[in-house]
Each structure stands twice: as C-alpha cells, then as structure tokens.
C-alpha cells in the first residue's frame, strides 16, 4: 500500500509539472476589463507572456443590463501602437467576429499560428445595454 502511494504521488507530480509548463502564465495589460455602455467603444488590450507558437485569447462579456450586443474585432501588433486586423491561418481572410448574445457569455479565439505579441479586442456597443468584459491569453 505504502509503494502505491509513492507511485500515485509521483505520478501526481509528473502530470502535474506536465500541466504547468504546457500554458505559459497569462498576462493582462492594466486594461484587462472594460465596460461599455449603449454604443460606445470598448478597447482591451493583452500580451503573450513571452515567444509562444500558438495561443488562445479569452473574452468574457458579463451583461449588467439591457439589451446585450455589439460588433466585436480582434487584432494584432507587434508595437502595441500600430494595429492590423487579424487573419485566419487557414484563409488569410479576417478572423471570424462572435455574435454577442443578449446574456453573459465567453468567446474564444484559437491563434495557431501567434505572430503578434500584442492582441486587442474591440467591442462597439449596440441599442440600450451595459456590458463588463475582460480578456486574457493563454499561450505556448
């Protein structure tokens, strides 16, 4: 029994290191929430914790009131002042934009190919609404 518990803990360890290193730790600019209110704009900025291959951006809209909505668009720089849409890897047409419910909800963009250091998410506002959002990348 005692050799079993030696085994599951090595192995806790192993899978746990493993899981550890796969991501590397997010980072959020200072502008990692926003709140947009009826048709205003909406900017949040976040930046690859180092040189990663591929990565995932996550947006999640908390709705306060209202009728939910908006258009959203992502891009990328590698400056963080000189901004381009981004585009597919697969089409090198731009990323597709979420339809945003009229509730809370996260969206999700899989970047597996990460050329930029330096995404943004724009949300234009739509109708009568108040949304919080935040967003963090996951990269490796």
Not at 20 to 49: C, H, M, P, W
Request: with cysteine.
């Amino acid at each position: 029994m005692k050799n079993l518990l030696i085994i599951f803990c090595a192995l806790a360890l192993t899978v746990g290191a493993h899981a550890q290193t796969s991501f590397k730790s997010a980072y959020n600019s200072a502008s990692d929430t926003i709140k947009v209110t009826n048709t205003e704009v909406g900017i949040l900025t976040v930046r690859n914790a180092g040189p990663a291959t591929s990565c995932a951006i996550i947006y999640t809209v908390t709705k306060v009131s209202g009728t939910a909505g908006g258009t959203v668009l992502l891009q990328g720089s590698f400056d963080n002042v000189n901004w381009v849409n981004v585009n597919s890897p697969y089409t090198q047409t731009a990323v597709t934009a979420p339809t945003i419910a009229n509730a809370s909800g996260v969206y999700a963009y899989w970047m597996p190919a990460n050329p930029f250091p330096y995404y943004r998410i724009t949300h234009t506002g739509t109708g009568t609404m108040v949304i919080t959002a935040s967003a963090k990348i996951l990269s490796r």
